[in-house]
Structures are given as C-alpha cells and as structure tokens.
C-alpha cells in the first residue's frame, strides 16, 4: 500500500472535518501517480473525484482494502495507524498555511526523499510533490 | 411645466435621494445588506489565551442566517464608532471581488489604539500589524478605514492569513461563493480588540467545502497589551510607568514652597527668592519642596 496526503506548511491537512484546500491539475497527478490502478480513497474524498469514477475504489475502510503497490489518498482519515506497513509516500505541499485540526504524522524518520517535483495547479501557484520510500 | 419648475423639482428629487443614501451608509445599510455591528461573541466565554492562535466557536458553526445566503458578491463595512473603532465587516466573496492589481501602501491609516512599537521577539519587529478585517487578497480593498484595525503581528499571520488563504483557494478553485464575517470583539471602551470572530461558509456547496466559525486571539506571546490603549511591554517586566506631565511652577526658594504661576503668592514674592520651574510636581517634593496652602498646587 502507498500512502499520498496534500499538507500545508505546517503538515496540516484537515479543518472542522474539511480538507484544507483542493485542485484540479492536483487531482490529475495523483491518478498519474496510481499509474493505471485503483486510487482508494474515503467517501469524503470521493466527492471531488467525480469526473473519473472508474478509477476511484471508495470505502470506510479503504487502507485495509487496498493491495500492494496501490495508492491510497488519505484526507479525512489518519494515515498513521498505516505508515508502518506503507510502501511509498507521496506527499503534495500546498506551499501555503492554513487552519487545521489534523496533522500529517511529521517527520517521516526512516524514510528517504526518492524525488521531488513542483508543479503549478489550477488555483495553487505552485504544488511540490515528495516521495518517500524506506 | 417649466423649464425653471423642473430644475428645481429635479434639484429637489436629488437632494431627498442622497439624504436617504447618506442615512442608510449611517445606519449601517449598504445595498440589500445590513450590517452587524457587534460581535455575537462573549469573550467572558472565551478561553484565555494559551498559545493557539484560535479557538473554536459555537462548535465551529457559523451563525449565518437562511436569508444571507446569496450567490451574489458583496462586501459591506460598517461605520467607525464614536472611539473610531471598526465594526464589523461583511462579504460575500466570489471571483469578480477578488484583486486585480497590486496591494497599495495602508500606512496613512491610524486605526485605533495605534502604536509604532518594536519587540525582538517579534517576527518582523512590529508588534502592531495594520490588520484587514477582510483580507486584500478576498476582496482587493486597500486603506479602507472601516476594514483595518490594530492587531498584533501574530494574530495577522498566525490567526487569521490561514483562514484567508482557505477562502481564497476554494473561490478561485471552484468559483463558487463564500459567506465572510470578520467582528471584532472589544471589551467596553477599549481602543484595541481583544480578538476577532471570523466565520465563514461556502454558498454553492452549502458548507461541504468552507464552514468555520472561529476567535482569533489579538495576542502576541511575549508580550502584555493594555487594550484599552494599545500601550505594551515585554512579559515578565514590568509595565513601564506613564511619564508625570510637565507643569509650570513658581518656587520660593527661601521657604522652600511652590506655587502655581497664577497664585497671589507668586506674584507678591521677593525677586531674589522666586524661580521658575518646570517639571513633575514629585520631583520637586523630593527636593523639600511644599506645595502651597493656598494655590494648593
């Protein structure tokens, strides 16, 4: 399993139960990042991924469904019950602050940075992908 | 009816419709929207400040009501009070408010309780930011008076540009529309808000994507504010003490008595033993001075 999660300078990533921020080219590069497989993700996170239902496997309990090598896209729920039998992290930075309530379990010690890639969103200036591998 | 009679009946038309204009931005009524000019929140219910730049309110539900809901923008800031403080502001923040062109230069404005002070342990120095209500990058506005009052460094940035970039993202992303309330909440007379109460819900999606209802602290660890000034000092010193004022006193520097320039005595004393002063009436009780019985100085 593979976790990805968007944060914010702060490793935020929810607020009053709402992911702090979203975008459309964002969106995209995960489902790249999924390279062709399922993209398990909650039914919260399901609701902004509309526009391709055939790839998005949605469920309560989406970390324990997914098999190996699968992406998982955590928002509303923690991803650190599931860091230890991950396999990658992708972490996007929204390169801004914002309120939260939900951190993103920082730092990720044992885990080396693979690569690192900036990119412009749709609303976002500018969006830096990481991604970890032990 | 004559050229004469129309000019005036016109004349008079106009003068009705801006009294009428100028009584409703008085009262508070801008466009369809009323303004709110008091803060809903209690800030005996507040906890006190701990280090967390903001807390929940009403279980972080905003307290707008069914008929606010509008999907067209607007934003509506209320007049100065008698202090000259601001009240609150108002919007509904869609694309077509947002800015265009650069922020301008804020600093002619004096909010209330404005002080120019500088701290070490403050990022950037100044204490006292220039605080929008609605932040520039919602609603583009620039040195609007009734939008900018005197926070604290750290409320600016830590308390409320989070919630700010929040807002603005999701408008520009979905171009849908987010309800905004900025209130500053003071206590009695006070020329410095102790914080402000920012709600927020967005309109299209009912709330799905932005719904908060939060107080900002207008605090900045390390520091001790006196709100009803805006005077501060380091934590853990002591307050500084007000300067006594300066005033004009005639000594008698033989009985060692002083008077006030007006008094009978001052005028009938010997010219060998008058002098002029100016200074604290302290210090000159410390040199043995006395102040006299019947000026009472």
Redesign the interface.
Known sequence: MRIAACIDDRGGMLFNRRRQSQDRLLRQDLLSEAAGGPLWMSPYSQGQFSEFPEQIHAAEDFPRRAGAGELCFFEDVDPAPWLEAAEEVVLYHWNRTYPFDRRFPLPLTGWNLERREEFAGSSHEKITKEVYRR | MKKKNRTILALAVLLVLLAGAWYLRSAGYVGQEPVQTSAAVDLENVPPFSGEP?V?VNN?VPSFLPGELTTSSYEVYSPLDDLGRCGVASACVGVDLMPTEERESIGQVKPSGWQTVKYDCVDGKYLYNRCHLIGFQLTGENANKQNLITGTRYMNVEGM???E??VT??V???ENHVLYRVSPVYDGDDLVARGVQMEALSVEDEG?????N?YVYNSQPGVEIDYATGESWLEGEARPEEDEPEVSYILNTSSKKFHLPTCSGASSMKKENREEYTGSREDLIAQGYEPCGTCKP
């Open positions: 903001y929940a972080n540009l989070p919630f970039n929040m993202d999701y520009k992303e979905t799905e994507g932005v719904s908060f939060v």
